[in-house]
C-alpha cells in the first residue's frame, strides 16, 4: 500500500490521462459486446458533447489542482485533520481517506444539487443524455466541476488527507464512475452483489430516469454504503429505465453543446422538478 500511495502521490499528468482515457476505451468497447440497450444512435456522434466536457472538467481540474496540492502538503505538514488526529495504521488511514472523501466530495454534492434550485439547473447537463453510456460519467458543467472540486478540497482540509491519498481516491472514482454509467449489461446477480460494496451500473442508472422519486435516489459514486445509510437508495428494474429529465426533454437540445452551456440559466419548458 505505500509503494502504491507513493505512485500516486507522483503521479504525472501523462499517468492519469492514460487513466481516463484507457478507463473510456476499455468500457466503450465492452458496451458493444453487451449492451444493457441496444440504443438506436450514432456513439460517436453523441460522445461528442460528452467528451467537451470531459475536456471541460480537465480544464478546471488542472488549473486549481495547486489548490488541491497546497491544502494537502500543508495538512500533512502540520498534522491537521481528523485522520491525523489520531493514531491510525496506514493502510486503515488510506482506507478511511478514500472511503470518507467519498462521502464529502461525491455523495453529499451531489445530494445537494439535487436539493438546491439553482444547483440542480447546472447538474441538468449529466441527466440530461437520452443515451447513457460511459462518456456520461464526465458529462458535467465546468460550473459543477468547480462545485465537485470545492468539495473535494473542503475533504481534503477536513479529513487531512496526504495528495497520495486524493490522487488515489480520485482515480478510483473517475475508473468507478465510467463503470456504473457503461451500458453495460451485467449478470442480474453480480451486479446485485456489486451493489452492496460499491455502486453498480443497474444501481447507477436508477438515478438517471427521467422523473421522481427516482431521480433524486441511488447518489453514491464509489460507495453504495452512503445511499443505504441515509436512506436515498432505491431500486427499479431496469428495463422501465427511460432516461433523460421531464423538465427538460428536447433530445435534439439536448446533444448541443451550447444549449447544454447556458442550461443552468434557461427556464424548464414543462413541469419543475422544484
Known sequence: MIDIIYFFENISSLHRSIILIGGITFFWSIESIIPLF???????????????????????????????????????ANNFGILNYFEIPFLINVLLGVFLLDLIGAYLPHYIQHKVKFLWRIHLVHHSDHNVDTTTANRHHPLESIIRFAFT??????????????????SISLILSQFNHANIKLPLNLDNVLSFIIVSPDMHKVHHHYVMPYTDSNYGNIFSFWDRLFGTHMSLEPSKIIYGVDTFFNKEENQKINSLLYRPFEKPKSKSKK
Request: hydrophobic content about 55%; glycine content about 6%.
Open 153 to 170: 478540497l473542503l475533504g481534503v482540509l477536513i479529513l487531512g488527507t496526504s495528495i497520495g491519498v486524493v490522487f488515489l481516491y480520485q
Open 38 to 76: 441496444k440504443f438506436n444512435y450514432k456513439k460517436l456522434k453523441h460522445a461528442i458533447p460528452n467528451l467537451f466536457f470531459t475536456l471541460t472538467t480537465i480544464v478546471v481540474n488542472f488549473s486549481l489542482a495547486f489548490l488541491l496540492l497546497t491544502s494537502a502538503d500543508w495538512v500533512t
